[in-house]
C-alpha cells in the first residue's frame, strides 16, 4: 500500500458526460501528479500541482482540468468524454520540497479505470 | 525531446533464468533514470533508481546501471521468479530535481513460469 487513495476504482459512462476523479496523497506529501494510461497511448503525464497551485502540464487536453484542494486532496475533472477517453488514470504524490535538487520518489495510487461507452 | 524506449513483449521465461529488459533513451541535460513495476491490477511501484552516469541502481536482485555512453538503463535480474511476473516500465526526469514530470516507455511484460 502506498498511502495513496484514488476514488472510485471503476467509473463507467457514456459519452458526452462529464467525471470526476479523486486522489488523497500520501500524507505529507506536498505535490500531487496524474497520469493517464491507455493502450495507444501508454502511460502519459497530465499535470502536476504543488501545495495547491499547478506546477507543469503534460498532453492534458483543454476538456481535462484539475486541481488541488487546501487539504491537498486533488481532482481530475473530465468533460465531454469520448470512447478515446477510457483509460486507467493514477494518481501519485510526491514530498517535492521547495529548492531540492534530488527526486523526491512518486509514490502511485491503484488507479481509477475509466469506461466510456 | 525526451522519450524512452524499451523492448517489446511479452518475455517469457522459466523460473531461475537471466532476464534483461532493454531500455535507451533520449534526453536533454542530465536525466534520472528509472525502473517500475507494475503488478497486476495495482499502481505503480518505483523499483530502482539511479541518478547520474555509471550509478547502479538495485533493488530485490534487479539491477540497472546508468550509461551515458550509450544512453541505456537496461535491467538484469540473475534467477527469476514466478512473482516477478509483472509489467516493467523504463522511465526518466528531464533533470534531477523534484519536479519534473515521469517520461515513460511502453511497457514491458515479464511472465514468468514455474
Known amino acids: 500500500d502506498s498511502g495513496v487513495t484514488q476514488t472510485p476504482k471503476h467509473l463507467i459512462t457514456a459519452t458526452g458526460q462529464r467525471v470526476t476523479l479523486r486522489c488523497s496523497p500520501r500524507?505529507?506529501?506536498?505535490?500531487v501528479y496524474w497520469y493517464q494510461q491507455s493502450l495507444d497511448q501508454g502511460l502519459q503525464f497530465l499535470i502536476q500541482y504543488y501545495n495547491g497551485e499547478e506546477r507543469a502540464k503534460g498532453n492534458i487536453l483543454e476538456r481535462f482540468s484539475a486541481q488541488q484542494f487546501p487539504d491537498l486532496h486533488s481532482e481530475l475533472n473530465l468533460s465531454s468524454l469520448e470512447l478515446g477517453d477510457s483509460a486507467l488514470y493514477f494518481c501519485?504524490?510526491?514530498?517535492?520540497?521547495?529548492?531540492?535538487?534530488?527526486?523526491?520518489?512518486?509514490?502511485f495510487g491503484p488507479g481509477t479505470r475509466l469506461t466510456v461507452l | 525531446g525526451n522519450s524512452v524506449t524499451q523492448m517489446e513483449g511479452p518475455v517469457t521465461l522459466s523460473e531461475e533464468a537471466f532476464l534483461t529488459i532493454n531500455c535507451t533513451y533520449t534526453a536533454t541535460g542530465y536525466p534520472s533514470l528509472f525502473w517500475y513495476v507494475q503488478y497486476p491490477g495495482e499502481g505503480l511501484q518505483l523499483l530502482l533508481k539511479a541518478t547520474k552516469a555509471d550509478d547502479k541502481g538495485s533493488n530485490k536482485g534487479f539491477e540497472a546501471t546508468y550509461r551515458k555512453e550509450t544512453t541505456s538503463f537496461h535491467l538484469e535480474k540473475g534467477s527469476v521468479q514466478v512473482s516477478d511476473s509483472a509489467v516493467y516500465f523504463c522511465a526518466l526526469t528531464p533533470t534531477n530535481t523534484g519536479f519534473q514530470k515521469l517520461v515513460f516507455g511502453t511497457g514491458t511484460r515479464l511472465l514468468v513460469s514455474p
Open positions: 500524507s505529507g506529501d506536498l505535490s
Open positions: 501519485a504524490s510526491s514530498v517535492a520540497v521547495s529548492g531540492g535538487t534530488s527526486y523526491n520518489e512518486q509514490f
